[in-house]
C-alpha cells in the first residue's frame, strides 16, 4: 500500500469538549446538546484575528463504546466556510505533524500550512456543513443505518476561517452527533467526498475542472452538494452509465457559498460501474492564474454527498481500497487541445525537478483535449503514486532526491506514458 506523496498533501470525553485557551465572555450554546444516552456535543471556540485567513481544528476523544451517529446537527458563526468533522487514525492525541512539525494540540490549533487532511493522519470523513444555519450532511438516515466511530479514536475538528473585518473575532462551533445503539445498526453509511486536484484557470479568463469517478459498489444516495470558492460560477454533477452516457442530473448551483445540500427523494439507487461525472465553471478576473488549493486565494472543486452502505474506495474515489490512494481513482477531462505527446512532454518537463510547482501538473491536465483524458488521467496517477507505489522507498519523503525517485518512476510508468504520446485529438 502506498502513501498520498508529497505532491498531493501539497495539493489541501463524554459530551462537551471546548477548545479555548483565550480569553472569552462565557456565550450561551449555539444549540442545546443531545439528551443523556442519545449523543454527544462537539464545541470549539476560536479568536480570528482581524484580516486574517486561517484553518482551526481540534481534536476529540471518542467515548470508549464508541458512537454509531444516525444524525447530526451543526450551528457554527458566521466567518466560516465551512465546518469539517474528520475521522482519524489516532488513539493518543498527536504532538507531530506527517512532516514532523511539533504542534501543540492541546485544544485549538492552527490545522497546518497543508491543511488538515495534508499534517494530519486523516482516514476518513464523519460529518460537516456549508452553511452556518443549514442543514448538515449527515441529516437523514434511516433508523437502522449510522455512521460507526470507534471507542476512544480521535476525531479532528476543522474549519476553514477568513476575517475580512478590521476586529478579532470569536468563532464558535457546535456539533452535535446524534447516536442509535449498536444492536440497532444493520449498515454503515459513507460521505461521499470527491475532490478534484486538477484546477487551472488562466488570469483573466474562464475555465473549467471537470472530474468523473466510478461506483465500485451498489450504493443509495441520500443527498449531494458541491464545493467551489468564489471564482465558481456554475456547477453540475451527473450520474452516468459505464459508457459516459448521461442518465440523470443529480446536482446543480451557481452558488459557491452557503451551499445547502439537495435531498434525494426518493434516495437514488446506483449501480457498480456507474459514475459520478461533476465539473466547476469559472472566472477568474484576477492578473495572476487561479489554481487548486485550500486558500480563498485558491480553487476546489468537489462532490459531497451522503450515502450507504459505506464502501472507502468509492468514497474518495481511491485507486486502492482505502484513504491512502485518496482521489486518484478518477478520470479528468482537459478542455484544451493539446496532443497526447505535448501533454506527455508536459509532465515529464513538470516533474523533471521533483515536487511540481504549484499549478503545473494542472496545466498540463487542463490543457489536454477532452479524447484523451483516460491517456492522461492514466499517466498523472502512475506518476503521482510513484509508479503505483513501486518507487515508495525511493521517493519517499517531500525532500525525496530526483536523480533516485525519477528513474524508478519513469521506469514504472513508461507504458502508460508511451500510450498518451500515442494520441491524438480529432
Known sequence: MFRFTA?????????????????????????????????????MTSTIQAHFETERCMFYRVPAGGLYVNREE???????????????????????TLRDETVDTRGVFDCGKNGATADWDVVGVAGGAQSADGPPWVGTLPSDIAFKIDGDSLLLVNAHYLNAGDKPLQARI??????IPAAQVAREAGIF???????????QSSNEAREVCPFATDVTLVNAESHMHARGVSYVADLVDASGSKLQEI???????????????????ITAGQKIDFRCSYVNNETHDINQGRTTGDEMCMFLGLYYPKDAKTEVCSMTSDWSGRYLGADWIGTGTATGLQTAACLQTAFAGGLPPPGAVSTCVVNACPAISAETSAAVRCIISRGRGVCATECAGSEADPEVCNPCVRDQCTPVMLALAGTNCP
Open 193 to 203: 467526498f470527491l475532490y478534484n486536484p486538477f484546477i487551472h484557470v488562466a488570469a
Open 74 to 96: 451543526i450551528r457554527y458563526t458566521p466567518g466560516s466556510h465551512h465546518v469539517l468533522l474528520f475521522k482519524t487514525s489516532y488513539t493518543e492525541v498527536p504532538t507531530t
Open 174 to 179: 457546535a456539533i452535535n452527533l446524534y447516536t
Open 7 to 43: 505532491f498531493m498533501m501539497a495539493m489541501a470525553a463524554v459530551g462537551v469538549v471546548i477548545g479555548c485557551g483565550e480569553d472569552a465572555a462565557p456565550q450561551p450554546p449555539l444549540i442545546d446538546p443531545p439528551a443523556a444516552g442519545e449523543g454527544v456535543q462537539i464545541a
Open 251 to 269: 446536482y446543480t448551483t451557481r452558488t459557491w457559498q452557503d451551499v445547502v445540500s439537495k435531498q434525494m427523494d426518493p434516495p437514488l439507487t
